[in-house]
């Protein structure tokens, strides 16, 4: 096993969740930062040494520091192959494991970002129906793919819990508190599943 030493800065509600809950799932230690983003901690020039474009989450490995969550939900499950949360590199199921990591961050992710815009974080002088309508065109017809994909199953590749579905998993359970899911029974059980693993609730937990 790979013993390294691991810190992630995080704020609630962010997508410091999804490192976290990797982090969980494989119980290794790890210390916590957390920045505050009311008081833009994320904009302090200590931080932006850390993340240079000043977002959440960033994590520093052995003194050297790495942005995006997903890579760090990939980056963890390699370093700790004995705790099986993805496929081995050489095996036929990486290809979907790589799938659905980036059929996710392409297709879902940008969607759900322009509907928490315009439903939530923008002014409401700045928000724009037609875009939260488009949007959600969009994310239907990717969430479909997801949909069939788990028709059978419970886990996305092989029925074997992974990292891929942390990161899916992720992006669906935002779009289910956004209300995306109704039409989408599998998704939502899906949601349901994941969220009643002991390491999501203690990442969920650890993150307030
Ligand atoms: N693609 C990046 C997105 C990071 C991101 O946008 N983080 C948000 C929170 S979820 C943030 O830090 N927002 C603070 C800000 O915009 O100042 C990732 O997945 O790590």
Redesign the pocket.
């Known amino acids: 096993m790979s013993a390294h030493a691991i810190t992630l800065y995080y704020?609630a509600f962010?997508?410091a969740s999804r490192p976290m809950w990797t982090l969980e799932e494989l119980g290794i230690n790890y210390a916590l930062k957390k920045i505050d983003?009311k008081l833009k901690e994320?904009?302090n020039p200590e931080y932006l040494k850390i993340h240079p474009l000043?977002?959440?989450?960033a994590m520093v490995v052995d003194g050297q520091t790495m942005?995006?969550?997903?890579a760090m939900c990939m980056w963890l499950a390699d370093q700790y192959p004995e705790k099986k949360l993805c496929p081995e590199i050489t095996s036929p199921e990486r290809a979907h494991y790589y799938q659905w990591y980036f059929l996710s961050c392409n297709h879902l992710e940008p969607e759900l970002v322009k509907i928490f815009l315009h439903t939530k974080k923008l002014p409401e002088n700045e928000r724009n129906p037609s875009e939260i309508e488009k949007a959600k065109v969009l994310f239907g017809q990717s969430a479909v793919v997801f949909e069939n994909a788990l028709k059978d199953k419970s886990y996305l590749i092989q029925n074997i819990f992974s990292a891929a579905d942390i990161f899916v998993g992720s992006q669906m359970i935002w779009a289910e508190s956004m209300g995306l899911l109704s039409e989408f029974k599998i998704l939502t059980q899906y949601c349901s599943h994941l969220k009643g693993r002991k390491a999501y609730q203690s990442a969920q937990q650890k993150a307030k």
């Open positions: 704020a962010t997508r983003l994320q904009k000043g977002l959440v989450p942005i995006e969550s997903g």
